[in-house]
């Protein structure tokens, strides 16, 4: 969400739109197992429904992922979340948060990207310590004029922005809800309210390694069952 490497035209073509509409109701599915269907009372799932309207995703498949992860309707696919580590090109530290409904098959090919690229995919924990778990939330807001105040208002740690007219707000996992209810509170229009990682220290490469880091973290974005990429990148 945010991150430097993501480029904002790559869902132009109809393909990756279809891919997109695909990871967008997978995400409500798990939303709705994990919290229940209603969005009211799960603010992880009214999130989600936001993110895919947002997205041009068509009112039936919306519906019907919060059927399918609210078990309402004959479901035989169930997707479970898993995360994989390791290393990409010129040792940049990488986590993959997956959603899958075969393991075997995710992390088979998370492997493989990893090997394509010039990394290796590690054990767990081997990565994990170079980043802090935090609480994301970020947002837009017509008149920003001084985001450290926003931020202490809201109770969040820190503040980074804007990027695109989108700031984002780091804070405690636990206190991931309140930041983003607060902000709300205070006219922001709220795109991502998430678990993340944040990198401690930022790998130092020139443009031409970035160049090539990025392009594997793409290829790790557009993989069918990753859901979110992190990298100890800015």
Not at 66 to 94: L, M
Not at 157 to 168: R, W
Not at 172 to 181: A, F, K, M, N, W
Request: hydrophobic share 30%; aromatic share 6%; net charge negative.
């Amino acid at each position: 969400m945010g991150k430097s490497w993501k480029n904002a035209g790559k869902m132009a073509t109809a393909q990756k739109k279809g891919a997109r509409f695909t990871k967008l109701a997978r995400e409500i599915s798990v939303a709705a197992k994990l919290g229940g269907p209603d969005p009211d009372a799960n603010s992880r799932l009214a999130l989600a429904i936001a993110q895919a309207r947002a997205a041009s995703c068509p009112k039936d498949t919306i519906e019907r992922a919060i059927r399918k992860g609210a078990g309402s309707e004959d479901e035989t696919t169930h997707y479970e979340e898993t995360t994989y580590e390791g290393f990409g090109p010129y040792q940049v530290g990488v986590i993959v948060e997956c959603q899958t409904n075969n393991k075997n098959r995710t992390v088979t090919e998370i492997r493989n990207l990893f090997c394509k690229h010039g990394g290796q995919m590690s054990e767990s924990g081997s990565v994990a310590w170079m980043f802090d778990r935090v609480g994301l939330v970020e947002g837009k807001k017509a008149h920003v004029d001084d985001p450290e105040e926003e931020a202490i208002e809201a109770g969040a740690n820190e503040v980074v922005g804007p990027n695109e007219d989108m700031y984002s707000f780091y804070g405690s996992p636990e206190d991931l809800d309140g930041i983003r209810r607060i902000l709300q509170d205070r006219g922001w229009e709220i795109t991502t309210a998430e678990l993340s990682y944040q990198p401690k220290n930022i790998t130092q490469l020139n443009k031409e390694q970035e160049a090539e880091v990025y392009k594997f973290l793409e290829a790790l974005e557009d993989s069918d069952d990753s859901h979110r990429v992190h990298a100890t990148l800015p």
